[in-house]
Nanobody, 124 residues
Framework: QVQLVESGGGSVQAGGSLRLSCAASGSIDRRNFMGWFRQAPGKGREGVAA????????HYADSVKGRFTISRDNAKNTVYLQMNSLKPDDTATYYC?????????????????WGQGTQVTVSS
């Protein structure tokens, strides 16, 4: 059984930074992707960033490229999302996901495990 626990959300002003963490427990295939997704009120869930723990290959949504960085610490089974230059449009609940598809790492439908989510609020 895989469990994912997110932390690091909060409230910040536009232009500020936050770092999200996702601690994973259980048996995870490191060849598959781990990702961060977000869902704003009234909108669907969208892929933000994904990383292959084994190879450190990363993918980003166009809306966050150059501002967000995904990284991993395999020794701690933890994936991070460093978010800089935050905008009000980044306000959402952010979810960590594991066991994602190699071919479509930002597609939420391909992930088998999900965390409970952490709220990020960016004020103008």
């Amino acid at each position: 059984q895989v469990q994912l626990v997110e932390s690091g959300g909060g409230s910040v002003q536009a232009g500020g930074s936050l770092r999200l963490s996702c601690a994973a427990s259980g048996s995870i295939d490191r060849r598959n992707f781990m990702g961060w997704f977000r869902q704003a009120p009234g909108k669907g869930r969208e892929g933000v960033a994904a990383i292959s723990p084994q190879y450190a290959v990363t993918h980003y949504a166009d809306s966050v490229k150059g501002r967000f960085t995904i990284s991993r610490d395999n020794a701690k089974n933890t994936v991070y999302l460093q978010m800089n230059s935050l905008k009000p449009d980044d306000t959402a609940t952010y979810y960590c996901a594991a066991d994602g598809p190699i071919t479509r790492p930002l597609w939420e439908g391909g992930y088998n495990y999900w965390g409970q989510g952490t709220q990020v609020t960016v004020s103008s």
